[in-house]
């Protein structure tokens, strides 16, 4: 398999190779060409305008925002093809390789939303899945340019925030609204059945249904009793994972890098 | 003159003697003199019977009486005139109109106490009683305390509302002693529930469960009154059988009581009920160990029944407030009250308004 990446990673460095901006090379980036698509989904002029965009976010920020379509995997998994990439282009801005990747693969319509460096600050756990929330319909119709363009604005919006002090997560959106309606709710509940109670206790005149207080000492008599098997049924569910990004923060992996990945 | 009504008096002075709750005497309210219920009893045996047959004359003759008065349209019609009994006070002959059911009442004339021997004689006697325990003041006692703690509660009702009238009666019931047997069927369940990789699993075994029994059933009771509210009645319950006693007139006087008229088969279809109710509920409870279980055929029937006529003492207290009435009745034994209290609007308001405002702040602080 590391035979075939090598070739596939060959083959990108020939295509960067005849994509080299317009635009003068970069001190800091280590590589300038912002969008890769050797899928080939987005056209000359869209995929221009897309790594000109992308490489002003990169310089304003400090932090390369690539996007990068493959048509398959060669048999990883989103995230290690992302790192793949990382590592093998030295991807990345400035010391601590800044960046954000997001990869698309279309055999099997995978992605991967990666991050490292300033980047693991930038876009937390919880702001990649918002932003993959933002992209994925998109990608979904097949409409590449609209979905890059989602990606560039959740990347402005995102690199903004942590260049502010507040990077997006959990605690950036405003859930006072939610929060205010399931207080109200409770709140209402737990008065209804209080009073409920209350109100209980001014009516005490009630028909008796049962006659368990005149039950004789000998108690229940069984003459005959069976507990028959019939038969066994099986279900299956599917357990829902603890999603670690409604804590908050970033999950680093052992490489310094954070993923989110998925289908589109 | 031989009347139908009859009152125990003081060997000694010939005052009216009254059943004391707190002694379990008769006692005399003139001299002191105390005298037990057997001893009044057997005194006044004699008397009773007399009393009784006399009764019987007179309501042949004024059966009589009243066909010829109604026939000459001077008399009450026969729907006016029903459900009432005339008898003469043994103290001061005044006339006493009573309901047909009174068995004991007193005089409005001169206050003597007052039994109806007839009421309870041949067919009509009572098995059993069980006598008054607690007296008028523990009565009025229970009430003030049925107000405290309710928080609904208008605050107008505890102060204005005054106690119009508070009478103690022995009520007719009856007390069924039974068998009853079934059989039930139920459909049970019993889950394992594991994990395998990211999946939960989750096997069931489905059960039949059957069970097939009877339960021995001893005095329900049902009032057979049709003036007392079956609900006030079974709330009241259970009575302390321990101190049932085999009936005497001589536990009547100074309370009133009613003959039954509610029918043994009446009465039967809601003791038949309660029964199947608690040997549905005993074949549910034997059936343990599983997870769910649901009845799916139930067939329960009585057996056995015998019924046995007893007078359960009960204080009756009647307030008014607001132009209306509201009842409480207390068990005359055990002193269980109850009864249906008005609920202040405001009240409910303002309680409902502080607790879900309380909650909801502190949700909202925790949330937030």
């Known amino acids: ?264 | 003159m031989a009347t139908g009504a009859t009152n125990y008096q003081c060997p000694a002075c010939t005052a009216p003697l009254h059943f004391s709750a707190a002694s379990g005497k008769l006692e005399c309210d003139y001299c002191g003199g105390i005298y037990e219920v057997e001893q009044i009893e057997q005194m006044y045996a004699a008397k009773d019977a007399a009393a009784a047959a006399a009764q019987e004359t007179i309501d042949r003759k004024k059966a009589e009486q009243a066909a010829e008065m109604q026939a000459m349209g001077l008399e009450w019609s026969g729907e006016e005139s029903a459900g009432m009994k005339t008898y003469s006070c043994p103290s001061c002959r005044a006339e006493l109109i009573c309901d047909a059911t009174t068995a004991a009442t007193s005089c409005p004339y001169c206050g003597n106490n007052t039994i109806i021997p007839g009421q309870f004689s041949g067919g009509l006697r009572p098995d059993l009683v069980i006598p008054f325990k607690l007296d008028k003041e523990a009565a009025k006692t229970a009430l003030k305390n049925f107000y405290k703690g309710k928080k609904f509660l208008p605050g107008a009702f505890t102060k204005q509302n005054h106690i119009e009238e508070i009478k103690g009666v022995y009520v007719p019931f009856w007390l069924c002693d039974c068998t009853v047997e079934g059989t039930a069927r139920y459909a049970a369940e019993r889950s394992l529930t594991y994990d395998v990789g990211d999946e939960r699993i989750t096997e069931t075994d489905h059960f039949e469960v059957l069970r097939e029994g009877w339960l021995k059933m001893e005095k329900i009771p049902a009032d057979a009154s049709t003036k007392m509210p079956d609900e006030y009645m079974d709330a009241i319950e259970p009575y302390d059988y321990a101190e049932l006693k085999e009936f005497s007139p001589a536990y009547l006087p100074g309370f009133l009581a009613d003959k039954y008229d509610v029918p043994q088969q009446e009465s039967m279809t809601r003791i038949e009920a309660r029964a199947k109710t608690s040997i549905g509920n005993a074949f549910y409870g034997s059936a343990s160990g599983f997870d769910s279980i649901a009845p799916e055929e139930e067939d329960y029937r009585l057996t056995d029944p015998v019924m046995r006529y007893a007078l359960l003492p009960v204080w009756l207290l009647s307030t008014r407030w607001n132009k209306k009435s509201y009842l409480f009745a207390m068990n005359g034994q055990t002193g269980k009250l109850v009864g249906d209290l008005p609920v202040s609007k405001g009240k409910y308001w303002a309680w409902f308004a502080g607790i879900a405002a309380s909650v909801t702040a502190l949700l909202l602080l925790v949330l937030l």
């Open chain 1, 1 to 264: 398999m590391n035979k075939r990446v090598f070739a596939f990673l060959t083959a990108l460095i020939l295509l960067l190779a005849l994509c080299v901006p317009v635009f003068a090379a970069p001190e800091d980036a280590a590589f300038n060409a912002m969008v890769l698509d050797t899928a080939e989904v987005l056209p000359a002029q869209q995929e221009e305008e897309l790594n000109q965009r992308a490489w002003n976010l990169t310089e304003r920020y400090g932090c390369a925002v690539y996007m990068i379509t493959v048509p398959g995997l060669e048999g990883m998994e989103a995230w290690e093809f992302s790192e793949y990439l990382f590592d093998g282009f030295g991807l990345g801005y400035g010391e601590e390789n800044s960046c954000i990747i997001l990869l698309l693969s279309m055999e099997y319509r995978d992605y991967d939303i990666m991050a490292h460096g300033y980047g693991n600050t930038a876009f937390t756990d919880y702001g990649k899945e918002v932003m993959a929330e933002r992209f994925l319909p998109d990608f979904g119709d097949d409409d590449w340019y609209g979905g890059f363009e989602e990606y560039l604005d959740c990347c402005e919006e995102f690199l903004q925030l942590a260049e502010e002090g507040t990077p997006f997560d959990v605690d950036s959106e405003d859930h006072t609204g939610g929060a205010v309606l399931i207080s109200v709710a409770v709140g209402l509940l737990a008065a209804f059945i209080t009073c409920a109670v209350f109100k209980g206790q001014m009516k005490t005149a009630r028909i008796q249904q049962r006659a368990d207080t005149y039950i004789s000492p000998e108690g229940l008599i069984l003459t005959g009793q069976a507990e028959n098997f019939l038969y066994k049924s099986r279900s299956v569910r599917h357990i829902e994972q603890d999603d670690d990004s409604d804590r908050g923060g970033t999950t680093v992996n052992r490489h310094g890098s954070s993923h989110s990945s998925g289908k589109f």
